[in-house]
């Protein structure tokens, strides 16, 4: 399996721009998690699916933040307008449910909003 | 608001020697704790995950638990310059397993 995939790896963008993230999750996976790390505040999970239904959003830092998960393979993270305080990495992470609940993450987005 | 506490370090250790790490967890009722190393510009990796109070050894790695002290701890014996990075404790509770993980500990592993 090739892990999960992230993209793009690296986005510049201006203050204001809508600025979308995307993640191929593990094949069989049925978990699908959202997270932000800066050195400030560490990793925070933001948004977390279950079999493609949004579970819990409240790590979600406001209204200009959205995520979907349209089918088992595919989910998205929007930010809309963005802004320079939203620069982080922006980790996806996939798991199943059972055994270890190992979290896989993909490699990360870097995010600079100027 | 479960918390989870860590050292941010750095933890300089000499290389062969034992390198600890502690964590401290807020929920009594956690069930689930994990380790993971990140490497500078990479992603976490789950390196040990322990269940019950005790000791849980894998290779250079032992993951200590103490529920009742609310306390975990990675042990590195022999450490590496490639084992150099951040570690990050991640504490879960029954029902989904969502982890809340901790700011992390740099450690560095000098020759």
């Known amino acids: 399996d090739a892990g999960v995939i992230q993209s793009p790896r690296h986005e510049v963008t201006e203050m204001g721009q809508e600025v979308t993230l995307r993640c191929k999750p593990i094949s069989g996976h049925d978990y699908l998690f959202w997270y932000r790390q800066t050195m400030m505040r560490g990793l925070e999970l933001l948004i977390y699916f279950n079999n493609n239904v949004p579970i819990d959003d409240s790590g979600m830092p406001e209204d200009r933040f959205s995520a979907k998960m349209p089918n088992a393979s595919f989910s998205t993270l929007k930010i809309q307008p963005s802004e320079p305080r939203d620069s982080a990495v922006y980790f996806c992470?996939?798991?199943?449910?059972?055994?270890?609940?190992?979290?896989?993450f993909g490699p990360g987005t870097r995010l600079t909003v100027l | 608001q479960k918390e989870v506490e860590q050292n941010s370090g750095p933890l300089s250790v000499p290389e062969g020697a034992i390198a600890s790490l502690n964590c401290t967890y807020s929920?009594?009722?956690?069930?689930?704790f994990f380790w993971y190393r990140q490497y500078s510009g990479k992603s976490p990796e789950l390196i040990m995950s322990?269940?019950?109070?005790g000791d849980k050894e894998d290779g250079r790695f032992t993951a200590q638990l103490n529920k009742a002290s609310q306390y975990v701890s990675l042990l590195i014996r022999d450490s590496q310059p490639s084992d150099s990075a951040t570690y990050l404790c991640?504490?879960?509770?029954?029902?989904?397993?969502?982890?809340?993980f901790g700011r992390g500990t740099s450690l560095i592993v000098h020759p």
């Open positions: 322990i269940y019950s109070n």
């Open positions: 929920d009594r009722v956690s069930q689930s």
């Open positions: 992470a996939s798991r199943g449910t059972s055994g270890t609940w190992e979290q896989f």
């Open positions: 991640a504490v879960a509770s029954g029902g989904s397993y969502i982890p809340t």
